[in-house]
């Protein structure tokens, strides 16, 4: 004998929900979305107003001050190809919304992070929240954006922020709780503070750790970037998206390739950041 | 020794439970139940039971017990690395366990600071910024905190070492500057946590005697863990015995030697460590040069002046020791052009097995003024054993 249960319109409760945040803080989506724009606008501007070769020129010297003269040459060549397949303007375009992403998304994460080191019962809250955005679909983020933020780079980085900043949060929690038991210790024996404790000790010999969850949430956002082309974001993901509505394999490739080589690139490079500094 | 002494720190009644039932576990200690009982009934561990000491000023207190005796929770209720469940730490006339948060870290800069196993040294800080760190939270500074820390590492002998990282010291140049933050502190007491324990024999015997004389120059409060005999016999002015949370004997070395509390202590003393401590074993030196059998008068001569010794063991090549030959013997050989150095071997002097007790041989001090040589079964030299004044003290208690 069956039951009629009646289904439980879990769904309907969500959108109701969002419905109501759209209408009720219009104002604050609005004010987020133009500082957001006014950001990304100002980074992809400063970036695009540079030749190419000088931006190359920046970028190499970079990686040979934090890495060396491989990496340099790596990335000198990497951005020359992308220059020569014409996708430049799509890949300043990806860069700024990935540097953007991370920049919100570092800034949240880090305090959160620290709070959920040093606070047993925050951490109870913050880990199962961490589970939910990173096992979530990333492409479910992109709907609620669209009412929120509506179509374009906003949305993109709105639904990115979300997919990329769990790693920094747990890196940093991590990183923090890995600081070993004696020298916590040692700076309560000579009357630490606990802002003391944590700016002169707990925060620096983190910072690797916390270094690996950055690098891995650029990594992250490099990947939503793409996938937000669906939703209207600029960049390399978009000229995926428009090679595939054409059915043109070789454009897709040529724009995935670009997306491979910036990906390495900026990996290198924050992965150079992490080593700790030789002993003067 | 009998000049009156300030009173620094009086700890009453102190006890500490671990767990989440302290004053159950405190009222079945009341009613007389083991450690193991209250472990079975609670859950609880009692870690220090009902513990009374003072601590004088400028001395060196030792703390010793084996590991589970409570010794580390002692120091770390000191100054509130461990909450104490129950009892008085006053210092200056503040009573520790009831400072608020706020007082504790006043009186944890102004009173202690600790030297830790580990080194616990900031790896990602300099020497010298390791040094500086007790004055920089206290806000002192800069131009004050690098002279004081610099004077500091002066004390330790660590000049020129202050922008190494400790990473790139060896282990007792760590607890050189484990010391060396410590005393740039300068706070009234110094708390040590089996502070020399990580360093190998060699360098912990160093660092002990360069521990006596910071503390016979600075006169500074010191309350030192150990679970060594050896280490507390010779750097304790006075030692506190400690067994299962509990205190047993309180004495200077002379009392824990001669007149043990109990059987514990007693075994403590005798089986253990005493046999070590009164032998020739522990008392003797390495030697300072040899000569061979055969060496000339002028090779033997030169050995004495380099090592300024007016007379020298001689040796064969498997070190079995043949004799000793006098200054003025080889003097007289090297000006009759004598080639060999045999004849001059004498064999006047004392010489005894490594096992040999100490007040033996302090017998034999006072018919010659040689040092006394240590030789195994086989003759081969092990070292010497010279007239001392710690030999004398350690012979005097091995007489009772």
Known sequence: ?280 | MSETQQTKIQVRGLSKVFGNQPKKALELRDKGKSRGEILEQTGNTLGLSNVSFDVQEGELLVIMGLSGSGKSTLIRCLNRLIEPTEGEIIIDDENIPKLSEKELLHCRRRHFSMVFQNFALFPHRTVQQNAEYGLEIRGVDKQERIRRAGDALKQVGLEGWEGALPNQLSGGMQQRVGLARALANDSTVMLMDEAFSALDPLIRKDMQQELLELQHRMKKTTIFITHDLDEALSIGDRIILLKDGEIVQIGTPEDILTNPADDYVARFTEGVDMSRILTARSAMRPVRATAREDDGPRTVLRKLSENSLDSIYVTTRERKLLGLIEADAADRAAKEGIQSIRELIHNDFPRVGPDEPLHNLFAMFNEKSYPIAVVDEDQRLLGVVVKGAVLAELAEAGEH
């Open chain 1, 1 to 280: 004998m069956a039951i009629d249960i009646p289904r439980i319109p879990l769904g309907d409760w969500i959108e109701a929900g969002l419905d109501y945040l759209t209408t009720e803080y219009s104002v604050v989506t609005r004010g987020i979305s133009r500082f957001t724009q006014t950001g990304i606008n100002a980074i992809n501007d400063a970036l695009a107003w540079m030749p190419e070769w000088a931006l190359m020129a920046l970028i190499a010297l970079l990686c040979w001050r934090v890495s060396g003269i491989r990496l340099a040459i790596g990335s000198v060549l990497g951005l020359a190809l992308i220059w020569n397949m014409g996708l430049w303007f799509p890949m300043i375009e990806s860069l700024t919304l990935v540097v953007f992403a991370t920049i919100v998304a570092v800034v949240i994460a880090l305090p959160v992070g620290i709070v959920g080191a040093l606070s047993d019962r925050l951490y109870g809250v913050i880990m199962p929240v961490l589970d939910f955005m990173q096992t979530m679909p990333a492409f479910v983020y992109l709907i609620p954006a669209i009412p929120f933020f509506g179509i374009g780079s906003v949305s993109a980085i709105f639904a990115t922020v979300i997919f990329s900043m769990p790693p920094a949060i747990r890196f940093t929690t991590l990183g923090i709780r890995q600081v070993p038991k004696e020298l916590i210790e040692a700076a309560d024996a000579f009357g630490s503070t606990r802002g003391q404790k944590l700016f002169k000790v707990q925060l620096p010999l983190s910072l690797p750790t916390i270094m690996a969850g950055i690098n891995q949430t650029i990594m992250l956002a490099l990947s939503m970037v793409v996938i937000a082309a669906m939703i209207g974001a600029d960049g390399l993901g978009s000229e995926v998206w428009k090679a595939i509505q054409r059915l043109r394999p070789g454009d897709g490739f040529e724009a995935g390739i670009a997306v491979v080589i910036l990906a390495m690139l900026l990996d290198r490079l924050t992965q150079a950041f992490r080593k700790p500094k030789k002993a003067r």
